[in-house]
């Protein structure tokens, strides 16, 4: 266990960016991580738990406290049945199931991030999402001082939402077990539009497994997705902002405010309809590179906001203001960060 003190965390985060940690700890074992959380618990120390640090927005003014980064290792494979340690690094996870032809986080690749992240978010992406494969996460429960297993339905899972985001400071996911699917060399069903037009198939088929997997990786990389340091439009969070969910009244209203165009729309749960925050973005005039500063939208894809090298995380917060403010006035829907927020809010 290696502990730290006035602890650079700008490049534990994908964005790059976020002042520094007055303890930093990094854990290697499941043990190390447990002793570390009862140890600022019962001190009363402010504890930040960082993964792969792809879905962080830190402060300048860096954490006052201690940062737990989850390092662990673990890739267990039974037949079908896979558990990962929470510091498994996810993209190379979601290869080497791919590599043992199992299907069911294929349409996952190429997420950055950590193992232990993908259920607190309900990663999901091109159709795909970790509900539908995660049968159990073991996780230390910081109100009952003890570990806990919970079963996917325990887990409360819905749009990037889950019970770990729901609490955020009462679990810390040590290990993710999912049941994948042996489909001869066969992919999950297509079901995202763009991937089966990508494809050359229809919704619902199955293709080849490798096929699918690398033309997902194809499309991440086209919009900035997959991580390479020197590509600025990589230096992000993914996509900032999650897909607005809108009741019926809300529907309408926005409806209403569009001048005869139209809007992606899609059947979410009672009875309400999800819409494009990308395309909400575009429209409202946040084209693909908005900006003028260190910070900017990505080059590739108008959802990714970006530091091209020299931002500060007020420089990143003003640009999402800007855009959250100018999507506001146009269209009467309000976007909702995706990132977790640590010393900062929109």
Known sequence: MLVEHDAPLAPLTTLRLGGPARRLVTATTDAEVIATVREADEAGEPLLVI????????????????????ATGGFELDGATLELAAGE?????????????????EFLAGIPGSAGATPVQNVGAYGQEVASSITEVVAYDRAAGETVTLSGAECAFSYRHSRFKEQPDRYVVLRVRF??????????PVKYAEVAKTLGVEAEQRVDLRTAYE???????????????????????G??????????????AFRARLDGRTAPAYPAPDGCTKTSAAWL??????????????????????LALTNRGGATTEDLLALARAIRDGVRDAFGVELVNEPVMVGVSL
Do not use: C, Y
């Open 179 to 188: 049941a994948l699917e042996d489909a001869a060399g066969q992919s999950s």
């Open 215 to 237: 033309a997902v990786l194809r499309l991440r990389a086209g919009k900035g997705m997959v991580l390479d340091p020197a590509d600025h439009d990589t230096w992000s969070a």
């Open 281 to 302: 973005i575009d429209q409202a005039g946040f084209g693909k590179g908005w900006g003028s500063g260190p910070a900017t939208l990505s080059t590739k894809h108008t």
């Open 51 to 70: 993964g792969g640090g792809s879905n962080l927005v830190i402060g300048d003014a860096g954490f006052d406290g201690t940062v737990l980064r989850i």
């Open 89 to 105: 690094v996810w993209a190379d996870a979601v290869a080497r199931t791919v590599d043992k032809g199992l299907a069911g986080i």
């Open 239 to 252: 996509s900032f902002f999650t897909n607005p969910i809108l009741t019926a009244d809300q529907l309408a």
